[in-house]
């Protein structure tokens, strides 16, 4: 089937509600342009780095989204009188880590970092914090006007196998322009918008829209992303946020296939800033939403468990982590969490986040024999060798 009649057959999405979406969140998004790859590193990854001249110099760029500006405090303000003494913003940026991996012997505070805004001017900035596990950075930089900050609206990923249960939430995504909830309703077939910014150009800013699926992409190691696929207009660079209709930050794009919901983003940030130390909680499972599993698994659930509406299948289950040493197999349909039901994949992983270091309680259903089990499970820290891997493959030989 070629190109032409795969997009006419494509779901259709509203332009002026991609354009105004877009829009409304264009302000906040940055280009970032981090300096200072070291040539052999540039070989190895050769298809990701970008070499400018002049004069010659290899780099990566991304986009970011600005989540916080403040005021300077007072030990933020230069003591000097220069230009930038008069800078009374103090700007934090979320991008992807993946623009500052650099060879362990280099220090990631020594990284050069330009951020272009939306009105083209170039920002000199610094590296905060940067995560290799979630893919996340912080750079921040100083301005002398306030720039917007973007809005972040979590998600709702729960499907369930009532199928009135079904039939209500697509109404509800038929109409959900009419109302805010306390969380976005995504189903696959969503509309899901982004915009990223080129450091080219006068900072030209470009706009995709994509159709959001349940199932997480495969490669990454991490389940807590969401697959979206391409369409008419296409997704961008790595860290451009993903949109909801009202231009609302839902997530941040990596490998223009998935994005990491802003879920996630916010409890990543907010330990962040309380604690300066990251959270990366390990129970060594991968799940599913149950009504994403297959036909065959999901008659003989129904015929064992009729009662049973939502829940998370258990996909694959590490070797020696908690899950495995806990008796946890693939298959088990995970239904309680600390006596809490399971809801959805986002729920569980949200929930696991807020007990890592912790114990918990997990209501088991053994389809094979229609078990109904309970298990305590220890949730662990993750560790370097476990980190989830991204869209640059030569990573590993760079740690």
């Known amino acids: 089937m070629d190109r032409k009649r795969s997009r006419e057959e494509s779901p259709k999405f509203n332009k002026h509600i991609l354009k105004i979406a877009v829009a409304r969140a264009s302000n906040s998004v940055v280009s970032i342009v981090s300096h200072d790859v070291p040539a052999e590193m540039a070989k190895k990854l050769r298809r990701y780095v970008e070499v400018v001249p002049p004069p010659k110099e290899f780099i990566f760029s991304g986009s970011g989204f600005i989540i916080e500006c403040n005021t300077c405090s007072s030990s933020d303000k230069p003591s000097t009188s220069s230009p930038r003494s008069r800078s009374r913003y103090l700007c934090t940026v979320l991008a992807p880590a993946c623009l500052f991996k650099r060879p362990d012997d280099v220090p990631l505070d020594t990284i050069k970092i330009d951020v272009f805004g939306s009105t ?66 995504v189903i696959p077939g969503t509309e899901i918008f982004s915009v990223w910014r080129t450091h080219s150009h006068h900072s030209h800013l470009y706009p995709g829209c994509s159709f959001f699926r349940s199932k997480s992409p495969k490669g990454f190691g991490c389940n807590e992303l969401y697959n979206i696929k391409e369409d008419i207009y296409t997704i961008g660079l790595d860290g451009g946020p993903a949109l909801n209709t009202f231009g609302e930050v839902i997530g941040i794009i990596f490998n223009k296939s998935s994005f990491l919901p802003s879920n996630i983003i916010t409890r990543w940030w907010n330990h962040y800033k309380s604690s300066r130390e990251f959270r990366r909680p390990f129970l060594g499972v991968e799940v599913l939403n149950l009504p994403d599993a297959g036909l065959k698994f999901l008659s003989q659930f129904i015929n064992k468990f009729p009662n049973i509406s939502t829940a998370v299948i258990v996909t694959k289950v590490e070797e020696d982590s908690p899950a495995s040493c806990s008796g946890i197999h693939t298959n088990d349909v995970i239904v309680k969490l600390d006596d809490k039901l399971v809801k959805s994949k986002l729920q569980f992983y949200e929930t696991i986040w807020e007990k890592a270091g912790k114990s918990v309680e997990l209501n088991v259903l053994r389809v094979t024999g229609g078990e109904e089990l309970n298990m305590s499970i220890a949730i662990e820290e993750t560790s370097p060798e476990k980190f989830h891997q991204w869209p640059h493959p030569c990573w590993n030989e760079l740690r």
């Open 120 to 185: 083209g001017v170039l920002y000199k900035a610094k590296l905060l914090a940067c995560d290799f596990h979630y893919n996340l950075a912080l750079i921040t930089f100083k301005s002398t006007s306030l720039l917007q900050a973007v809005t972040f609206k979590g998600i709702n990923d729960i499907l369930s196998i009532d199928t009135t249960h079904q039939l209500q939430s697509r109404e509800v995504m038929t109409f959900h322009l009419q109302s805010h909830s306390s969380l976005f309703k």
